[in-house]
């Protein structure tokens, strides 16, 4: 594609034997775009995406100036523009509904009379399948092996499908089962920080860029490359060469200065970042991190900041490109070539960081001296919920006896049966060292590694209630630990190799032994986890367990030793040494210069290099996988896993128009913080759910259930799963959890799935009032387009998080928002009100106020004012073609 070129940014950049195309900032400054040197790094990677993508038409002259206007604006202007990433990265359980709806597209392209081969992606697009693996065996050398094999015995389906898509869609690959997880492999291998494309003849560079179906794509930040997570709906239309609207953000700098103190982890620092930036408000923002203190900042330890972005609530975590990045590409070996031209590309765009230089124009600017990081941890419910090591007894019992109402307990402790210990509140039944946050970072496994050698010298062993296990990112992390002798002293306290993926941090926890469940819900114990991941909102990490928490590797594996969170490791001991006596975190714990030692003696290059030398091919599994031939996908009506969805049904080449809601129900009423895990299907499935019944109507049998996640390539078991967390609280209903309303006028109870169909049948449209931040968390795209299928037309809130707002919009549902500090509560709803919308129909514009009609049981009517969250003239045609998918169909059909 050649730019119009209106302020002649076009140049030729030669970097040893070769010579690449690119659009140069410093050009476009000089012609017309003064002052733009002074912008944000992640500001001039999407200025260059403007001016490489200027057609008049999606891309104007005027919206490359409204990037220089942000310098005195600062983002507080609400301006939108088309930006359109390099490369698409998917994990498998968002990404096989999106290979699904790709299928389903191509079916539906048949139907309008096209050619199927027209429906494939147009942006290089990585599919990780590294959410299936499931932590069922544990705490012996040969779990690893046995987690495999129910892998792939309950994901066989899907991993046909996947293969299948691999062989017959252009520009996609897949990374099979057992490598890494998506972020990590993204991290060590797939992103370049300056990408390449022969065009015309000719070879442009520009900076590597993508969105991702996890909200985790952000880690990518810390290598350079402006990455964030969207739903697989904006996902799908990116890969189909759609634009992603936006919003030009605004920028707030977090300015770095120290250097962190001896003992003090990554993971330390980026709780406190995460607890900084969530009190400041970051929502929809842009945060870059600038200043001295990134001089004393592995390319990791950016990495695991830039990872915890959607726990800041930020759009992106940016670190801009400098001496570091370029030495994390070679010794995770990226080419010669390629260094060079990154090296050379950031200096010849002023997208090179140095020390000393003036510090770019922010919105707002946010200061950390980093020696001031003390040991954290964050729980027992949310990431920003930051405790100190030292506080953390206190803070559990504090939650023990206000938020878990277990007043005068603290002592309360209940047999297990066929043991011979007991249990009680606060005992840690879970210590998983989990990939994403923490596992590309060699010094907090390391680290990990040296405090279990320190405690097996020393006699120590995790307690028998714990459940242990080791999921890292990459197989460059088993490696190393092998390489460096310290796999076995994890293997002496439990933390063998469990898998490679996501586990525990998104349920993949695997169920606690029996005897364990059985004491901790007759009892109802308030059980503790300690993990080493990003997630720790309740109802995720496993069912039976209610306080859960964020740590680092090596405090993941002293709790495992200490057994309970009521033992403060600041003071008391982890245990009682084979000498008799008291053993305390300070004398396992191991120095920077031990670890930095380990490091450089066993990560190496030579490690990336084998590792990644074939990292498509699979293990002999995924080799003797048989697939399907063809250009589209030979359905099977009998798979409870993969189905056809009926997003396309009955589908013409012009949009039946919208319409008003009138006399529409109210189906669930939420407080704040509604989380995509309270919305989407996500977990275990549980045989009394709808999602149960559908499955054995099928003849699947409660233990071949399998989890959600598995299960995303079939819309009818995942619309049935939405609203269905255990967790989830419709206020419609007092005291109840889990996915329960009323069905109204009459008041029945029943779950939220059963009374969508019955007003369905009706013809009774629904609406969902909510608090503020609705939709935080994972970017589900499931929590949209099960909500569309419920038949749910709108969603009234008090604010949304990014994400999901925009992919309510992307299935049809419009988003609306209270105005005037006005909410639910303030106006008296109950749930069994009516409620008409009008305004839809017709001329509607982005962010236009609309008045509900709110009709009270007792015949009371209020006119509530509120804002139409359809953002953009782009989400505008999404929502009247009734969807994003539908709307890219019509195009590449006409």
Partial sequence: MTSLDSFKSRKTLTVGSRTYTYYSLPEAEKNGLDGVSALPFSMKVLLENLLRFEDGRSVSKKDIVFIKDWLVNRGKVENEIAYRPARVLMQDFTGVPAVVDLAAMRDAMVHLGGDPKRINPLVPVDLVIDHS????????NAAFGKNVDEEYKQNQERYRFLKWGQSAFDNFRVVPPGTGICH????????????TKDEDGQTVAYPDTCVGTDSHT??????????????????????????????????????????????ITATDLVLTVTQMLRKKGVVGKFVEFFGPGLDHLTLADRATIGNMAPEYGATCGFFPVDQETIAYLDETGRTDERIALVEAYSKAQGMWRTAGTADPVFTDVLELDISTVLPSLAGPKRPQDRVLLSGTKQGFLAALEGEFKKAGETGKRVPVAGTDYDLGHGDVTIAAIT???????????????????NAVAKGLTSKPWVKTSLAPGSQVVEGYLNAAGLQGDLDALGFNLVGFGCTTCIGNSGPLPEAISEAINTHDLIAGAVISGNRNFEGRVNPDVKANYLASPPLVVAYAIAGSLQIDLATEPLGIGSDGQPVFLKDVWPTNQEIAAFIRANVTKTMFQEKYSDVFKGDANWQKIAIPLGETYAWDDRSTYVQNPPYFEGMGMEPEPVTDIIKARVIGLFLDSITTDHISPAGSIKEASPAGAYLRDHQVRPADFNQYGTR??????????????????????????????????????????????????????????AG??????????????????????????QSFERIHRSNLVGMGVVPLVFQNDE?????????????????????????????????????????VPLTCRIDTLDELDYFRNGGILPFVLRNLAA
């Fill in 218 to 263: 952000t880690m990518i930040n810390g290598l350079g490359v402006l990455g964030w997570g969207v739903g697989g709906i904006e996902a799908e239309a990116a890969m189909l060469g759609q634009p992603v609207s936006m919003l030009i953000p605004e920028v707030i700098g977090f300015k770095m200065t120290g250097e962190m103190k001896e003992g």
């Fill in 133 to 140: 693996v499931i932590v069922n065996f544990f705490g012996d």
């Fill in 184 to 195: 990590q492999v993204n991290l060590e291998y797939l992103a370049q920080t300056v990408w």
């Fill in 712 to 769: 995303r390539g079939n819309h009818q078991v995942m619309m049935r799963g939405t609203f269905g967390n255990i967790r989830i609280k419709n206020q419609m209903l007092s005291g109840t959890e889990g996915g329960f309303t009323r069905h109204w006028p009459d008041g029945t109870e029943m779950p939220i799935y059963d009374a969508a169909m019955l007003y369905r049948q009706e013809g009774v449209p629904t609406v969902v009032f």
């Fill in 823 to 863: 909410s639910w509560q303030s106006l008296g709803i109950k749930g069994d009100e009516v409620v008409t919308l009008k305004g839809i129909e017709g001329d509607l514009k982005p962010r236009q106020t609309l008045i509900a009609e709110v009709t009270f049981a007792d015949g009371t009517v209020k006119q």
């Fill in 435 to 453: 990939s994403c946050t923490n596992t590309s970072n060699p010094s907090v496994l390391i680290a990990a590694g040296l405090l279990a050698r």
């Fill in 772 to 797: 503020k931040e609705y939709g935080t968390g994972s970017s589900r795209d499931w929590a949209a387009k099960g909500t569309a299928l419920l038949g749910i037309r709108a969603v009234i809130a």
